[in-house]
């Protein structure tokens, strides 16, 4: 689904600002990614910044940094987690996130309770979509990706 060119994946979970995306494998591992929404507000993503493996992180606490060329700020966090590993790809190439943002991933996360509690206030599927839609909307929001 697309609209005023935003990408929406209905299989991943979002939080309720619609920033980034979760998806949480069978152990418990999530993988944390910006939205399209994000990469096109944050414009030229230059560095990013995942804190280290082994790393606890409680909610609140961002799992990595992103810096533009018009905005810095957190990945936010909002489940109890520890770092397991990072994008090293995006790492080294940080546009990707506005190149691909579903592809791109930050982080993987071992969730340190079930994911059903984890993702309690994330949604997905067809409320997430009317949640999405209604934020391009509201705010007029017109994503924009980086060619290769």
Known sequence: MDCQGCEFIPD??????????????????????MTDISQSIAGNIMHIRVRRPGTRRPPGKPVATIESAKWAGPVPNFFECTIEDANLTLLNDPSLLNK???????ARVRLTESADIALRDFVTGEIAKQGYLARIIDENIECRRLED
């Open 12 to 33: 991943l979970y979002y939080d309720q600002a619609f920033q980034i995306w979760v998806t949480v494998d069978a152990n418990g591992l999530a993988t944390i990614g």
């Open 100 to 106: 691909d943002p579903y592809g791109a991933w930050i």
